[in-house]
């Protein structure tokens, strides 16, 4: 007879996804969010004061803030999103506590979706705040709904809460997470058409776009901007942005490693 021990559940391999691990997950990360006033700030209120901001830069323009303004509403949420959800996830690693975790019965897809559901609820009360501040107080010209360019902006947060998640996994350092915004997000915002139309690209660069789900979320903004009716292109783009984020979310759950380094 084996006298070897029993597996404890969490080497055996990752346990099936549970609503209860997952919520529990969510409201621990929830809590630690709620003692971080620096970070409740930045996720709330940075995205506010930038709009602001911008809308006093073309104070004398008003028809240049409406023709950005809506792109920047998914831009600095997936940004925010992604700088705060990279670090946080860090932070668990260096700290051990990832590794705690993980030595229980919560498996990798628990932890990963806790996190996101966590992360998304403040991304709600994200949108909401820069959405209804920029269609009722700055007076953003929309021709669509409201409540789409907040659809729109609510998975551009979680796009930036997967990719923070994702790139989380390849730092050693709060720094090196940082250092991710330059190869991740530049690019991207670069290339998304905030600063010249895509298509007035060079071919290479247009064709790289077209790959980046940051360009959807910029287009998915800017047809709400000009159309009243939901479009083809319009499901189109949020399709590929909740895609995107849901395939990073996976990816992220793939590369979850027990140990730190």
Not at 60 to 69: E, L, M, N, S, V
Not at 92 to 114: F, H, N, V, Y
Not at 138 to 149: E, K, N
Request: proline share 5%; net charge neutral.
């Amino acid at each position: 007879m084996s006298t070897h021990a029993p597996t404890p559940p969490a080497a055996k391999g990752a346990s099936p996804l549970t609503a209860a691990r997952t919520l529990a997950t969510a409201a621990r990360v929830l809590r630690q969010l709620t003692h971080d006033p620096r970070t409740i700030a930045l996720l709330l209120l940075i995205p506010v004061v930038m709009i602001t901001l911008l809308r006093y830069v073309f104070d004398g323009a008003p028809q240049t803030f409406d023709a950005i303004g809506a792109s920047l509403l998914g831009i600095f949420p997936l940004i925010t999103m992604f700088l705060v959800t990279s670090i946080a996830t860090l932070r668990e690693r260096t700290s051990g506590t990832l590794e705690r975790l993980l030595a229980m019965p919560l498996g990798k897809g628990d932890l990963i979706a806790g996190y996101a559901l966590a992360f998304g609820a403040v991304a709600i009360v994200q949108s909401l705040l820069a959405t209804g501040l920029s269609v009722w107080a700055l007076g953003l010209d929309v021709t669509g709904s409201p409540w789409l360019l907040l659809l729109v902006a609510l998975l551009d947060a979680l796009l930036g809460t997967a990719l923070g998640l994702f790139v989380s996994a390849f730092a050693a350092s709060e720094f090196q997470a940082v250092q991710f915004m330059p190869a991740v997000i530049f690019p991207q915002l670069l290339l998304c058409g905030l600063f010249v139309a895509r298509d007035r690209m060079a071919p290479a660069l247009e064709a790289i776009s077209d790959v980046l789900p940051m360009s959807y979320a910029v287009d998915g903004m800017n047809e709400v901007l000009h159309h009243t009716a939901v479009t083809g292109n319009f499901v189109r783009d949020i399709a590929i942005v909740a895609g995107c984020a849901l395939l990073v979310l996976a990816l992220g759950a793939a590369t979850l490693r027990r140990r730190t380094a």
